[in-house]
Nanobody, 115 residues
Framework: QVQLVESGGGLVQPGGSLRLSCAASGFTFTTSMLWFRQAPGKEREWVAGISATGGMTSYADSVKGRFTISRDNAKKSVYLQMNSLKPEDTAVYYC?????????WGQGTQVTVSS
């Protein structure tokens, strides 16, 4: 079965960095991969996306220039490097993919940006 497992979240001070990972299993890792986040009391929002080969990436305006999405198809993993973190980046971060018309989400990893 398709599984996505995020890791790498934690508590970081404003201006700091974190690298999130999402390990995939149960499907051929030839799909686009996305990162979303959901802050308390807010709707889940799209953060970044990467094509199957990694040749195309896209970002929400709120993270452009600070976050970088990448993938290692040999390791069936996708990453989100987050720099210059701000308190408003605090959220649970999820990776997502679609396979044969069905959406799959990981369980999420908490990122808290606070001094």
């Amino acid at each position: 079965q398709v599984q996505l497992v995020e890791s790498g979240g934690g508590l970081v001070q404003p201006g700091g960095s974190l690298r999130l990972s999402c390990a995939a299993s149960g499907f051929t890792f030839t799909t686009s991969m996305l990162w979303f986040r959901q802050a308390p009391g807010k709707e889940r929002e799209w953060v970044a996306g990467i094509s199957a080969t990694g040749g195309m990436t896209s970002y929400a305006d709120s993270v452009k220039g600070r976050f970088t999405i990448s993938r290692d198809n040999a390791k069936k993993s996708v990453y989100l490097q987050m720099n210059s973190l701000k308190p408003e980046d605090t959220a649970v971060y999820y990776c997502k993919t679609s396979n044969f018309g069905r959406d799959y989400w990981g369980q999420g990893t908490q990122v808290t940006v606070s001094s």
